[in-house]
């Protein structure tokens, strides 16, 4: 396994012509001199208002993130029964991650850490998720749009937003608008989907206001049912192609200028509705929601293509947790939505947490390439803040790493690394260089699970070797008893570390 790396090539200068050290210097010297004039006349007549730090160098982003999506769904990682071209060209033009994870193998804690750097089990969620519940995220805690909005990035979330609003116990969506939610931790536009397409309320919220509400229809959640609101609910069919629109329009309309759009889609996360537009795949609807995704994705890049912003946007693509099981038993043939891999959503096995993770970057990151580098969604935060010289502290993303340099084909940039992976059912597991250590019997998705927390011993811990067993099928706990003994301690200091970092990496809150 590695990093297979593309020769380094030379700049050119703006003319074409290959630069010498002394003309190099040369021109640089001359440019800088005539920018820094221009400059100060500029600064003489350009509002205050509409300064910014950040330059035209600077990468557009675009954050893709499936829901429930698997490890095997992709033709590019493998899948012989589903093609998925759009989405495949990223690996062709830049590099496919092997070895990439979220924190958790279940969707909001993931999509916390995904944003904040941090992981959930450090919040009031031990388990589970929330749906209609306060907000996970509190204003001013430092995330990936907070970042990117401080260098004066446009920021916006389109899609599934499932991380709660309001400082209460329970949302009022007649309340205009819904506050606090995405536009209070750093994103300057949103066009959500409160919890997701399988769950009430079906609206939209932009930017915390419900899309064409009628207070003579008013929304009541009641359990798992709406009451009310059905002149404004959603259809479910028209999701993907509503946020495809929107998404256009968004980097329409900021093409001039630096954003980041974090596209949150709803595929293929059950109930199975994709448009009519796409019917009949021979794996049934799960492989019609998995085409309407890749084309999703083709829309996303072909307009970045029209723009002339293809050459300065990054797009990263990934899931938020691994396939789910109603999904899988329900597409047909023995179709294997995780791969090669063991388990699926919510479980503490590789196929609860390993993920699809493609980056294209033309000319930082290397086209065609396999890596093996280990990422985790913790580290965008820290990765994206080293992009945009954005100075953090200690508690700022506390739980992840920098690696930028593993999106330009780098490897072994942390070595020896521990990622702590936590299940629906709240049992930890511990992952350290080729290791997987779970506390606990079973997967953590099952309720009668025996797992205890990490700072108890348990008899039945499990150890693998990823190297050796990717499938996970040999419990090697009782050979290497050091090994089990050391990783659950250190299981158990990250987990201790939540007394001195809980509330921390809040901008403006008080510490």
């Not at 009310?228 to 629109?245: C, F």
């Not at 699970?449 to 099928?473: G, H, K, W």
Request: aromatic share 10%; glycine share 10%; proline share 7%.
């Amino acid at each position: 396994m590695g990093t297979k790396t593309a020769p380094m090539i030379p700049r050119q200068s703006s003319n074409g012509a290959w630069c010498g050290p002394v003309l190099r210097a040369t021109r640089q010297f001359k440019l800088s001199l005539e920018a820094a004039l221009l400059g100060a006349l500029l600064v003489q007549w350009v509002p205050a208002a509409s300064r910014s730090p950040v330059t035209r160098s600077r990468p557009n982003i675009i954050l893709i993130l499936a829901d429930d999506l698997g490890y095997g769904d992709l033709s590019c990682y493998g899948n012989p029964k589903v093609s998925t071209p759009r989405i495949d060209s990223l690996a062709r033009d830049g590099i496919r991650f092997t070895d990439a994870h979220t924190t958790s193998g279940l969707c909001t804690p993931s999509r916390y850490s995904l944003l904040t750097g941090r992981y959930c089990w450090r919040t009031f969620l031990k388990k589970n998720v929330v749906a209609n519940g306060p907000a996970l995220i509190e204003p001013g805690r430092t995330t990936v749009a907070s970042v990117f909005k401080e260098r004066g990035y446009q920021t916006a979330i389109l899609g599934k937003w499932h991380l709660g609003f309001t400082a209460g116990k329970d949302v009022d969506y007649n309340a205009q608008p819904v506050t606090p939610g995405a536009n209070e931790v750093g994103f300057t536009h949103s066009f959500l989907l409160p919890v997701g397409h399988f769950f009430p309320p079906y609206i939209y919220l932009e930017n915390g206001r419900v899309v064409n509400y009628d207070a003579s229809d008013p929304i009541a959640i009641v359990g798992s049912q709406q009451k009310g609101g059905k002149s404004y609910s959603y259809d479910p069919h028209q999701v993907t192609p509503e946020l495809v629109r929107h998404s256009l329009a968004y980097i329409e309309e900021n093409k001039a200028r630096p954003f980041f759009l974090f596209l949150s889609t709803p595929s293929v996360h059950d109930p199975l509705t994709p448009s009519a537009t796409f019917s009949g795949h021979p794996v049934g609807a799960y492989g019609d929601y998995i085409q309407e995704m890749d084309w999703a994705v083709g829309q996303i890049l072909d307009k970045l293509n029209a723009l002339n912003l293809e050459n300065n946007s990054l797009v990263l693509f990934t899931s938020d947790n691994g396939a789910s099981e109603p999904n899988s038993r329900a597409v047909k043939d023995h179709y294997r939505p995780s791969g090669p891999l063991r388990g699926d959503k919510g479980d503490l096995y590789e196929g609860g947490h390993r993920m699809p993770f493609l980056v294209r970057w033309p000319g930082q990151a290397p086209a065609g390439v396999v890596s093996d580098e280990f990422v985790i969604f913790s580290d965008l935060v820290r990765t994206f803040a080293r992009l945009l010289e954005q100075p953090l502290r200690s508690d700022e993303g506390p739980d992840g790493h920098d690696v930028l340099d593993a999106f330009r084909g780098g490897r072994n940039l942390h070595p020896g690394r521990a990622m702590v992976i936590h299940s629906r059912q709240g049992m930890y597991g511990l992952r350290q260089d080729d290791w997987m250590y779970l506390h606990g019997a079973g997967d953590g998705d099952e309720r009668k699970a025996r797992y205890a927390p990490p700072s108890e011993t348990i008899a039945d811990a499990q150890l693998y070797n990823l190297r050796e067993d990717l499938r996970q099928e040999r419990n090697c706990a009782a050979q290497y008893p050091e090994r089990v003994a050391q990783m659950r301690q250190r299981l158990a200091e990250i987990v201790a570390a939540d007394e001195t970092v809980a509330g921390a990496g809040m901008s403006g809150a008080k510490r």
